[in-house]
């Protein structure tokens, strides 16, 4: 019975240690607490841009419809674009901004010609057969669809 114990409270233990060492190697919340507010601030600017260039209209027009809490899915029904059409403008503005990261990611040496055209291919058949449910390509019905992490790599 006592080894049992001693069993799972060591069991218990290391699964606590690797928990914290995982947390501590990424930074809590994933490194998001140094994001200072001019960044956070720019962050969405450029967001009300995207969004903005991709339904047709001026960066104000979208900060009011933002202001009443409307998402991108629901100022497209507003001004009549269709869910396939607005899929469409996503899925080309994905890609316009696909290109432009592996572009950089070729340029800086950090992957060949080759595997930028590789990803590409694979990444615009995932998207071709993107059936409208939340994911990496959609999910932007409500939040920002610029690829983050991509856009790391402008510093």
């Given at each position: 019975?006592?080894?049992?114990?001693?069993?799972?409270?060591?069991?218990?233990?290391?699964?606590?240690?690797?928990?914290?060492?995982?947390?501590?190697?990424?930074?809590?919340?994933?490194?998001?607490?140094?994001?200072?507010?001019?960044?956070?601030?720019?962050?969405?600017?450029?967001?009300?841009?995207?969004?903005?260039?991709?339904?047709?209209?001026?960066?104000?027009?979208?900060k009011e419809y933002w202001s009443e809490g409307?998402?991108?899915?629901?100022?497209?029904?507003?001004?009549?674009?269709?869910?396939?059409?607005?899929?469409?403008?996503?899925?080309?503005?994905?890609?316009?901004?696909?290109?432009?990261?592996?572009?950089?990611?070729?340029?800086?040496?950090?992957?060949?010609?080759?595997?930028?055209?590789?990803?590409?291919?694979?990444?615009?058949?995932?998207?071709?057969?993107?059936?409208?449910?939340?994911?990496?390509?959609?999910?932007?019905?409500?939040?920002?669809?610029?690829?983050?992490?991509?856009?790391?790599?402008?510093?």
């Amino acid at each position: 019975m006592n080894k049992k114990i001693l069993l799972s409270v060591l069991i218990l233990g290391f699964l606590i240690t690797v928990g914290v060492s995982s947390a501590l190697a990424q930074g809590w919340f994933n490194g998001k607490k140094d994001i200072d507010p001019e960044r956070i601030m720019v962050k969405k600017e450029e967001m009300f841009k995207a969004k903005a260039d991709l339904l047709g209209i001026s960066i104000e027009q979208l900060k009011e419809y933002w202001s009443e809490g409307k998402n991108i899915g629901e100022i497209a029904v507003e001004m009549d674009i269709s869910e396939e059409e607005l899929r469409s403008k996503i899925q080309e503005s994905h890609k316009a901004k696909m290109t432009e990261h592996l572009n950089l990611l070729v340029e800086r040496g950090r992957i060949t010609q080759e595997q930028a055209d590789t990803k590409f291919t694979y990444m615009q058949e995932r998207m071709d057969n993107c059936d409208g449910h939340v994911g990496k390509f959609t999910k932007d019905l409500k939040g920002d669809f610029s690829h983050r992490k991509f856009n790391r790599l402008n510093k």
